[in-house]
């Protein structure tokens, strides 16, 4: 395995850092308390080529390899302090262009996938419903029924980032209850559809700035050509863009984990208390260092996971254990940021506390820990 980055990559991982740095920052503490989405942030991104980072040049995107995508994830991470924005892009591009850009027929790549790539069009799965979460096909209930014209859909979906502001949603629904999960099928569906509704933006913890509502289906008439694979694919179809969403949605974390981990070094060799930079203590150093520690190996079994990827490798064991990897790694690496700042840690105008906030959520989305390593029991026969 040859860990080694071209100059060409090392170049465009400089050029997402900075643009990042200068581009995606804008009244973020602002933006955060009102729960506000940039969508001029997320259009500059598109016109880096971020969005198509992973599409074929045919359909406007960049047809990068996979260890430049994660790089480049990886470089928003650092520079971009907006984790809400990240989000919402991860989500855009795991959850609807990959699914999309794998099963759909050539009417419908062409259709979707330019202006998803270009920014005009956001994006975003529809699974998760008010009665089912992890066990999101056992328990599903939405319904989509087969009519001379098309399919009739009907149901809610919950927790659906993006939805207030996006134009397709890739969404799952039952067309054969009998068959339980084998009758499970999945759909484009335009945001203009007559019986969409979406509602209204919900308040959260953290990831403010990613906006996130209900989607209700109130017998929407679907055309006959808006499903996504053939009736019954759905698991195959989820399987595949959760395996993307699991392995990358947490890619940019690397690189917020890395920006934690600098400016905790900072501080803690500026501020002095007791004759002396914080820093020459041993419970602060050695947190900092548990940070180094946290940040390697998270990042190499993310390499790693990119290697295999290119590599034509099955993921699925290996991006539930990156997924559970990052997610706890930065929640524990933002909690000894704000410990190490003290009490300006914890004050809104720091912009130390909102990454722990942020992070909480890596823990439920995309499957909960505890599902990813339910997952990776199962791998090892438990
Ligand atoms: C920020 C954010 C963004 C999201 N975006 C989307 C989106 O765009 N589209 C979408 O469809 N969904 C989305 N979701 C929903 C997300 O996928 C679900 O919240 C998640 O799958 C968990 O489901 P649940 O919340 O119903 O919790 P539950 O499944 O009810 O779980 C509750 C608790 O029980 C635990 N638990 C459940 N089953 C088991 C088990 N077998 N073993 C051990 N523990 C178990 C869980 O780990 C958790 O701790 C998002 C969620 C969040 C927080």
Same mark, same amino acid.
């Given at each position: 395995?040859?860990?080694?980055?071209?100059?060409?990559?090392?170049?465009?991982?400089?050029?997402?850092?900075?643009?990042?740095?200068?581009?995606?920052?804008?009244?973020?503490?602002?933006?955060?308390?009102?729960?506000?989405?940039?969508?001029?942030?997320?259009?500059?991104?598109?016109?880096?080529?971020?969005?198509?980072?992973?599409?074929?040049?045919?359909?406007?995107?960049?047809?990068?390899?996979?260890?430049?995508?994660?790089?480049?994830?990886?470089?928003?991470?650092?520079?971009?302090?907006?984790?809400?924005?990240?989000?919402?892009?991860?989500?855009?591009?795991?959850?609807?262009?990959?699914?999309?850009?794998?099963?759909?027929?050539?009417?419908?790549?062409?259709?979707?996938?330019?202006?998803?790539?270009?920014?005009?069009?956001?994006?975003?799965?529809?699974?998760?419903?008010?009665?089912?979460?992890?066990?999101?096909?056992?328990?599903?209930?939405?319904?989509?029924?087969?009519?001379?014209?098309?399919?009739?859909?009907?149901?809610?979906?919950?927790?659906?980032?993006?939805?207030?502001?996006?134009?397709?949603?890739?969404?799952?629904?039952?067309?054969?209850? !009998? #068959?339980?999960?084998? &009758?499970?099928?999945? %759909?484009?569906?335009?945001? $203009?559809?007559?019986?969409?509704? +979406?509602? =209204?933006?919900?308040?959260?913890?953290?990831?403010?700035?990613?906006?996130?509502?209900?989607?209700?289906?109130?017998?929407?008439?679907?055309?006959?050509?808006?499903?996504? !694979? #053939?009736?019954?694919? &759905?698991?195959?179809? %989820?399987?595949?863009?959760? $395996?993307?969403?699991?392995?990358? +949605?947490? =890619?940019?974390?690397?690189?917020?984990?890395?920006?934690?981990?600098?400016?905790?070094?900072?501080?803690?060799?500026?501020?002095?208390?007791?004759?002396?930079?914080?820093?020459?203590?041993?419970?602060?150093?050695?947190?900092?260092?548990?940070?180094?520690?946290?940040?390697?190996?998270?990042?190499?079994?993310?390499?790693?996971?990119?290697?295999?990827?290119?590599?034509?490798?099955?993921?699925?064991?290996?991006?539930?254990?990156?997924?559970?990897?990052?997610?706890?790694?930065?929640?524990?690496?933002?909690?000894?940021?704000?410990?190490?700042?003290?009490?300006?840690?914890?004050?809104?105008?720091?912009?130390?506390?909102?990454?722990?906030?942020?992070?909480?959520?890596?823990?439920?989305?995309?499957?909960?820990?505890?599902?990813?390593?339910?997952?990776?029991?199962?791998?090892?026969?438990?």
């Amino acid at each position: 395995m040859d860990f080694s980055w071209s100059q060409e990559q090392q170049d465009f991982y400089d050029t997402v850092v900075e643009f990042s740095k200068q581009e995606l920052n804008n009244d973020l503490i602002r933006r955060d308390l009102e729960s506000e989405f940039d969508r001029a942030a997320w259009n500059k991104c598109a016109e880096l080529g971020i969005l198509g980072l992973q599409v074929p040049e045919e359909y406007g995107g960049q047809g990068a390899d996979v260890p430049t995508t994660y790089l480049a994830m990886e470089g928003l991470g650092y520079g971009c302090r907006d984790n809400g924005l990240l989000f919402s892009i991860g989500a855009h591009m795991w959850s609807a262009i990959s699914p999309i850009e794998r099963f759909g027929t050539e009417a419908q790549k062409q259709k979707y996938l330019p202006g998803m790539v270009d920014g005009s069009l956001i994006g975003v799965q529809g699974m998760t419903e008010p009665g089912s979460g992890s066990d999101a096909f056992g328990q599903m209930a939405t319904t989509a029924t087969k009519t001379d014209d098309g399919w009739v859909l009907r149901g809610n979906k919950t927790f659906i980032s993006n939805a207030p502001v996006a134009d397709v949603f890739v969404v799952f629904a039952l067309t054969d209850k !009998a #068959k339980g999960w084998a &009758g499970i099928s999945t %759909f484009i569906v335009d945001r $203009d559809t007559p019986g969409v509704e +979406i509602g =209204a933006n919900f308040k959260k913890m953290g990831l403010r700035t990613s906006t996130m509502s209900e989607l209700t289906f109130d017998d929407a008439l679907l055309p006959e050509d808006a499903i996504l !694979a #053939k009736p019954g694919m &759905g698991m195959m179809v %989820f399987t595949h863009s959760m $395996d993307w969403e699991r392995g990358c +949605i947490l =890619a940019h974390a690397v690189g917020t984990m890395q920006r934690q981990l600098e400016t905790a070094v900072d501080y803690a060799k500026t501020r002095e208390q007791y004759g002396q930079p914080i820093g020459k203590y041993q419970s602060i150093s050695h947190m900092i260092v548990d940070m180094k520690i946290r940040l390697e190996s998270a990042r190499l079994l993310m390499y790693q996971l990119a290697w295999m990827k290119e590599h034509g490798k099955d993921t699925k064991l290996q991006s539930a254990m990156v997924n559970v990897t990052i997610a706890e790694a930065w929640v524990q690496t933002s909690l000894d940021s704000i410990q190490i700042h003290g009490g300006y840690g914890y004050m809104t105008e720091s912009e130390v506390e909102r990454d722990l906030r942020d992070a909480l959520a890596g823990r439920i989305y995309s499957g909960t820990s505890q599902i990813q390593k339910n997952m990776v029991a199962r791998f090892l026969g438990l």
